[in-house]
């Protein structure tokens, strides 16, 4: 009986030490998914990061109830907080109060780290807002008293390259200009572009709403709606150059929503080839069809087009699945994630179905056909309005889901979704913490955390490995990342940068000092907050702030 006892303790033990293995080396291969609170009380429909390690969300005030009532004034009806900022090194939500309506709007951090916020939806939609994270939570909305132009829902942001934090805000629902925020003068003149009118499908619910929009490295736009694209002039409001349409029946742009990103920008070629890739959309017809309760199927392929030289051609490829309403994130490595979604359907009031809950990982590098790899499935559905971004740690905040009219929890295809998940990416995993970058310092001038253009600052990290360094491909790389404003797949300003290492030194106890260089211009990269990463052999560590500046 006693020895029967022991044999059992020992196979416990084992059957424990067993799965524990297989945990890890799961979590070492797939990535995995975490729950750090079971409620945000508001949906985030959008989602920044700000430099001060904090994440406002926010949803639109017209959703009814939040999980957030604010002090009612004399007299007047309840109210409640649709915008929180949440802290990432609390895990706490501080709800806040925003006044005018932001359903489906857009935004950019500016280079003080500031969020600007454009448009929304009736009363909103032609408001401009801003939020300056001061990192003691005592910061609030302040709503602008310039106006946009034109009524801005649906519409898309870019920081541009200037000195004075210019904003670009073009398209939007039935809407087909451009203009810069902030404002100059009142009643500045919206920009007139024909290319809005030419891609717009009135009984596809436009087909060219939230366009995609990518600074390239001459300082021009590149611009694509619905299956097309140009690069605009802004400054002299002329059309450049138009490329080829990218192959395929469908569309990728809202309600058909795909996403997209530039692939890392290099030192290695001064940063003047930039590369899009666009995945996922709508088959044809896909609205008219969910309308009818016909979800189709979503499209599964991405294309990828250098939009810098004299020859364009999309290179296309499949997904693993098809995806509509996915995420596209940079990671510090140069991979990419794509997450959330659905596989039918599109956007809109639960004109999708079938949640896609696997993320998948682009590894650019790789030879086509071998580039994509399934990770960790949810239980967790995120379809319409949920959100995703990159977090300093290495992994990435999602929150959100609701394609209802307002909060819903009972019986619809998908209720609302309150809770707050982070995914780690495979290589955040303990197994390559050995591998990891430690005791990360970022130094730029005089010890500050900002530089100017084209200048060194210092960086200093612990390694325990001897780092091995060539001209094709360096162990130990130095990238910088732009956190975007996300909303409805769209991550505005995104960018990663390999930057140039000018020298690289081992002390004592494996502190190792590198002098790195900043990007050459805010053509390559917008005065603003970006996080430096030390990636050594692909595995990251905790990035730091730095601030690129005009000096």
């Keep these: 009986m006693g020895l029967n006892h022991h044999y059992k303790v020992l196979l416990l033990a084992l059957s424990i030490l067993l799965l524990w293995h297989s945990t890890n080396a799961s979590e070492a291969t797939n990535g995995r998914w975490d729950t750090l609170l079971n409620s945000t009380g508001v949906v985030a429909m959008h989602m920044a990061l700000t430099h001060h390690n904090t994440v406002i969300m926010f949803d639109q005030t017209g959703q009814g109830p939040t999980g957030y009532r604010l002090p009612a004034r004399r007299n007047g009806p309840r109210r409640y907080a649709h915008s929180v900022e949440y802290d990432l090194s609390r895990n706490r939500i501080r709800p806040i109060e925003i006044e005018s309506d932001t359903l489906c709007s857009s935004g950019s951090i500016l280079s003080n780290g500031s969020l600007i916020q454009t448009g929304g939806f009736g009363s909103g939609s032609r408001r401009i807002r801003f939020f300056r994270s001061c990192g003691n939570g005592r910061c609030d909305w302040r709503e602008e008293r310039n106006h946009l132009s034109e009524d801005r829902w649906f519409a898309s942001n870019l920081r541009l390259p200037e000195n004075d934090d210019r904003v670009i805000v073009l398209g939007g629902d039935n809407v087909f200009s451009y203009e810069f925020v902030p404002k100059r003068v009142p009643n500045e003149r919206p920009f007139n572009l024909p290319f809005l009118h030419n891609t717009y499908e009135r009984n596809e619910g436009g087909n060219n709403l939230y366009p995609i929009i990518h600074l390239a490295s001459d300082g021009n736009l590149f611009v694509f709606a619905n299956r097309d694209s140009i690069l605009l002039d802004y400054k002299r409001d002329k059309v450049v150059k138009t490329y080829p349409r990218i192959p395929g029946r469908g569309s990728r742009s809202y309600p058909s929503s ?186 730029g001038r005089r010890n500050e955390v900002w530089v100017g253009y084209g200048e060194e600052f210092g960086v200093e990290f612990s390694l325990n490995e001897k780092v091995r360094r060539n001209n094709n491909d360096d162990q130990v790389v130095f990238t910088a990342y732009a956190p975007p404003f996300n909303t409805h797949g769209m991550s505005m300003n995104q960018r990663l940068l390999v930057l140039r290492c000018n020298k690289l030194v081992r002390g004592d106890g494996g502190l190792w000092r590198a002098n790195v260089v900043a990007p050459p211009s805010s053509k390559v990269a917008p005065a603003g907050y970006y996080m430096i990463t030390v990636v050594n052999g692909g595995i990251p560590s905790r990035s730091h702030w730095i601030r690129f500046i005009h000096v």
């Design 258 to 443: 795909g996403s997209s990103v530039i692939l890392p920008l290099s030192h290695k070629n001064n940063f003047d080839e930039v590369e899009v890739m666009i995945c996922g959309g709508a088959a044809y017809g896909a609205l008219a069809a969910a309308q009818r309760g016909n979800f189709l199927a979503a499209k599964r392929t991405c294309g990828r087009m250098v939009i810098t030289g004299h020859h364009h051609r999309w290179e296309m490829e499949s997904m693993p699945g098809p995806r509509v309403m996915n995420d596209m994130i940079v990671l510090p490595n140069g991979n990419i994630l794509i997450i959330n979604g659905a596989r039918h359907g599109c956007s809109g009031s639960n004109y999708g179905s079938n949640p896609s809950l696997v993320p998948y990982l682009y590894k650019p590098k790789r030879p086509t056909g071998s580039r994509f790899t399934t990770l960790a499935s949810t239980r967790i559905a995120r379809m319409y309005h949920s959100s995703a971004v990159l977090l300093p740690d290495g992994r990435v905040l999602v929150a959100g889901s609701n394609p209802n009219h307002q909060y819903a929890f009972g019986d619809v295809p998908h209720p609302t979704e309150l809770r707050l998940q982070a995914f780690s990416p495979a290589n955040m995993a303990r197994d390559f913490d050995h591998r990891r970058a430690r005791n990360v310092t970022v130094k």
